[in-house]
């Protein structure tokens, strides 16, 4: 997307931070001190390179200036308060891995949920993404590099900002601090052309658990050529587990000698929602205000999604009466910030119908994930979602390939390929495994404009095969007001026609089917081998029953139709858990299938079927 002015707030050396942040609350820095002076308890004879005088400083400044965080709760609640720092093995940095991101616990004060990622952590991981990054672009050693930082809404933001910054500086990179901002948009400031605030940036971390409860947090990390996959995350969670466990004396001397990078605070959701305005309006010919009169409503869960109403919406011209939970609010008082939560979509359907807006729009935390609700109340997520962005991709590209996860519908394909005119190519669960199976296959010559998942993400080629909720709302829009340009009325059912003869199942089902890791059938064996062989015996089962049929040509566990249905069994990308997604077009047909399910698996003595038992008695 183009780039427009940005507003530097703040630009200054370590040192100058140090000084100039010496007026902000004492009590905040108080606590902080007593908290840190705690942390810097013998550790087998080793201090940590973690500089806390500077990483309280830090976290008093970022605590007033984000404008969201009130009381100094972050400096008083957060993890470094209650962790010590200790010597970690390998394992236990790896085990933060989750696919492409990194996530862990925060927050201390849920039973059963330790602190996994504390400060000094989250400064090794900054550090080893630092040298990872260097090692990529391998250009002149003497030009300085730098890494955006943004955060959504967590309690312990603050907090792994700080550290991270800290872990950067360290490293020689100078830092901008964005505050509270979108997935999408961290991404897109290693692509923005602004020398004034200091883009592209090398790199960007966006410090966020996406719609996970208040004392998870983690991080996501991009470059300009999109987020890190798998084995980038592994590599540099390696290098931080070396880095923090190699912690020297001399290396505190040499951060505290680190004065020549830069922080700069730079308001670059303005940058990023301008973008945004630009592409609507575009889209209904260069028109200042072509929502105006539409009364569009928008749910932030109290997540970082609040600036689409005032940064989006507004200049649009739509009236946003109505909208709702848009202060940032770590806790997530109201609902999961979720558009896969039933309690989430119900809240923005609601508001759609009591305030008889045209039009509903709910994000996840970090605005990654996004979907939308009709002026009727009907949602448009999920299957539907990707039936209306399909459309609009097909009338501007016809027969292109859609790409998906493995759990959108039979009758989705049948949308896309006999309605559309499109192919539709299911792939596997993760989005970012469909974003990069899309770009594969533009790779060899089959042209792809969309990747997403039933979860919300959505990616366009359009948009530099970006996951980005506000972007695909944005879509959306641009129907809406090209429509309305071009004289034709009826709001949002511009919309919903689009999804007009999409097969829907009557019954909808997901089960999750655990494994018991330390149970005696695993025999010393993984969950991940366990569940293979569940698998395999369950292909095997429908390989010889003629009322089944195996999809021809699946990426991910065991497919099959039967019975006016099909039922999906995969193993889950991170967790000893077996998904099972079943849909039907009666009770009766649901039972059928996951009895199929059930006779198959039923002497895997590790497997809990309780959920799969419930599912058929209530029947």
Known sequence: MAAVSGKIFQNVSVAQYSKQNSQFHPQCRRDSFTSNLRSLLPLKGRKPAWNRTLAMQLRTSSIYQNGFVSGGSICCNAASSSTEVRPLEKSDFLKLQNGSDIRGVAVAGVDGEPVTLTEPISEAIASAFAAWLSDKKKGDASMAMSVSIGHDSRISASMLQDAVSQGLMSAGIDVLHFGL????????????????????????????????????????????????GKADIKDILERASDIYNKITDEGLRDLQGTSSVSVKKVDYMAIYASDLVHAVRKAAGNIEKPLEGFHIVVDAGNGAGGFFVDKVLGPLGAVTSGSQFLEPDGMFPNHIPNPEDKAAMTAITQAVLNNKADFGIIFDTDVDRSAAVDSTGRELNRNRLIALISAIILEEHPGTTIVTDSVTSDGLT???????????????????????EAIRLNSIGEESHLAIETSGHGALKENNWLDDGAYLMVKLLNKLASARASGIKGGSKVLTDLVEGLQEAAVTVELRLKIDQNHADLKGGSFRDYGEAVLKHLENVVDSDLKLVKAPINYEGVRVSGFG?????????????LPLNIEAPSNDEAVKLALVVHEAVRGFSALDMSSLDKLIHRN
């Not at 692509?191 to 719609?211: F, K």
């Not at 049948?414 to 990069?436: A, Q, S, T, W």
């Open 414 to 436: 049948l949308f896309i390929e006999k309605k559309l005119g499109g192919k539709h190519h299911r792939f596997k669960r993760g989005y970012k495994n469909v974003i990069d």
């Open 565 to 577: 249905g099909w039922f999906l069994l995969r193993l889950s990308l991170h967790d000893p858990v």
């Open 181 to 228: 901002a979108s997935t999408p948009a961290m991404f897109n400031s290693t692509l923005t052309r602004n020398e004034e605030v200091g883009c592209p940036a090398d790199g960007a971390i966006m410090i966020t658990a996406s719609h996970l409860p208040y004392n998870r947090n983690g991080f996501k990390f991009f470059t300009n050529a999109g987020g890190l």
